[in-house]
Structures are given as structure tokens and as C-alpha cells.
């Protein structure tokens, strides 16, 4: 059973940047795309990266690209989202997801139980 645990939240000021982490666990995962999800309070998730594991692809949300990098460490099954110039509006709970990597930005089957990022102004 695949399992995702993300770490490294925090409050940070406006133009700080984060670094969020997923730990990845019982899958093969050179077969799954990961992704960064998040939910703001009073608002639904919203995508915000997407990777192959291989880190041969990447996509974002235009609300956070050339701001956010996400990136895999293949010995170590991480998936990491370095954030930087962190807006107020970045404040939510960040989520990490894995789908199959033929329906990458699809689809995503497994979550982690999230980290909250809270960006102060």
C-alpha cells in the first residue's frame, strides 16, 4: 500500500521561501507521477506540480510557476517542492499525491494527510 507523508511546513513572512518534503512508501515508483495539491480555507484543492520520477517532466499552475520547484530524490522515494517568494495567498495545507504517470495531471490515487503553510504579510 502506497503511503505519502509530507513534512516541512510552517509560517513563514511574505517573500520567505519552504521546502516541502513527501516520503514515499510501498510502491514501485517508477511507475507513478507525484503532485503537489493544495486547499486554502473556504476553497477547494487546487493542483500546483506534477513530476514524472524520473524528474523528466515537470508542470505547474501558473500561480506559482517560476516561483515553486518540485523535484524527486529517487534514493531516498522524496518528493520535495522548494518554494520561494511566498505570497500571502500561498497559505493553504499542501497535499502529495502519486497516480499512475500515464495519466499524469489526471489522475492521482493516493494522498498524504498534509502539511500546513501559512504566509504571513
Known amino acids: 500500500q502506497v503511503q505519502l507523508v509530507e513534512s516541512g511546513g510552517g509560517l513563514v513572512q511574505a517573500g520567505g521561501s519552504l521546502t516541502l518534503s513527501c516520503a514515499a512508501s510501498?510502491?514501485?515508483?517508477?511507475?507513478?507521477?507525484m503532485a503537489w495539491f493544495r486547499q486554502a480555507p473556504g476553497k477547494e484543492r487546487e493542483f500546483v506540480a506534477t513530476i514524472t520520477w524520473s524528474g523528466g517532466f515537470t508542470f505547474y499552475a501558473n500561480s506559482v510557476k517560476g516561483r515553486f520547484t518540485i523535484s524527486t530524490d529517487n534514493a531516498k522515494n522524496m518528493v520535495h517542492l522548494q518554494m520561494n517568494s511566498l505570497k500571502p495567498e500561498d497559505t493553504a495545507v499542501y497535499y502529495c499525491a502519486a497516480g499512475p504517470v500515464d495519466e499524469i495531471g489526471k489522475r492521482y490515487d493516493y494522498w498524504g494527510q498534509g502539511t500546513q503553510v501559512t504566509v504571513s504579510s
Open positions: 510501498g510502491g514501485t515508483f517508477s511507475r507513478y507521477a
